[in-house]
């Protein structure tokens, strides 16, 4: 994923999945170094990540 795109998700008013290593997380911020402090959504847990790592889950084709 990219600065810019990660932004766009912590903006919008829509609840987006993304995903580190399969897990589902929050981001939290976007960091200057493509990195994005993020919390994860089933253990609160909290890191900073790289960017490249984070996945958006698609939503299926026939989803309204």
């Known amino acids: ?7 766009q998700i912590i903006e919008s ?3 987006i999945e993304v995903l580190h290593e399969g897990s589902p997380v929050w981001i ?3 960091m200057d170094n493509n990195m994005a402090h993020v ?3 089933h253990t609160k847990e909290e890191k ?3 960017l490249y790592m984070l996945v958006e889950k698609e939503l ?5």
């Open 1 to 7: 994923m990219d600065a810019a795109r990660a932004q």
């Open 13 to 15: 008013d829509q609840v």
């Open 28 to 30: 939290e911020k976007v």
């Open 39 to 41: 919390s994860y959504i």
């Open 48 to 50: 900073d990540v790289p």
């Open 60 to 64: 299926p084709k026939n989803f309204h």
